[in-house]
């Protein structure tokens, strides 16, 4: 049974289609755009409220001595600076400007990239074959990989700070690292796709079963940068 | 196949100066297309009766792969480095003393 308002839509002259959200089978879909690619941004952070705290990092040393020291004592962990409102850009804040360079020194990196929110623990010279296959993309194009949570080398982790879940909440969301501390560069290499997989399906006691193709493509990357900037450079 | 080799072909041709392109016969049987990889390996695609702008999609098909056999890869990434925090050890942790 057609509402009044869907029935006047249709009717309506103005309109050539009825729109979006009076569509039955398009109710939930809207016009926003929520832009996911690796490349973009992310949006600006609404930060009128004083008490909501804006992403901070924080380097933590590891708590493990390292193998080749016969017995030392554990490296204790500095204590995570409270996070409060800044002004845009963010300030570093003191563990990041003690350690950035410390990590810098102590090659090789490894990254916790994002793409589309899924993460890839990526060091340079590894092949990347995403989930998803990438459009207007050629082989010989290079991406920069701007969300990363976490990067390190062998003793020192840059993280992300984030308040503390609350009590039985797993979130999962993920906060990023500053970008302005890092560089990853990916050349994307080409496509590759799965062989043809033949999805059967039916029912018990029902002879007619129902084949369906499926024949993924994965756009193959291959990081050829991963680097810790200095400080000089990020301010 | 005739209008693709034509006009579409020295187009893809002159886009990918990477690429050799050679055309030869093959009277009395199906058009083909062959991309040679650099591993060894060859890709083939029959083509018959199928337009142009299909045949472009195929030869941009063959373009981007690689020569590597289709698999099903479970793990995205694929590395030959070392892990940069080395291996777990039993006596390097302040969890428990062994």
Redesign the interface.
Known sequence: MLTKSLKRALLDSRWPMPPTFLLPWAAGLTTVSHSTAASNLPPPLVSGVSNISRQREALQQDQRAPPRASSGPLASLPELPAANATSSPPALSQSVRELLPVLQAQGPHYIVAHLYDRPYLLTQGDTLRLPFHMKDVEPGDILRLDRASIIGSRDYTLKAATAPPALNQSTGKVSYVDDRLFVCRAVVMGVESDPLHVEEKTKRRQRKVKRVKSKHRHTILRIKEVRVRGLEEVE | MNSFLKHTLPAFAANNPSIEVSISPRPGRHPVIKGLYINGREKAICVRNMEPSEILKKAE?L????G?K????RK??????ES???VW?P????HHSV
């Open positions: 098909l373009k981007v792969a690689s590597e289709l698999r099903r890869e995205p990434v694929k590395s030959w480095n940069v925090r080395g050890s006596y390097h942790g302040h």
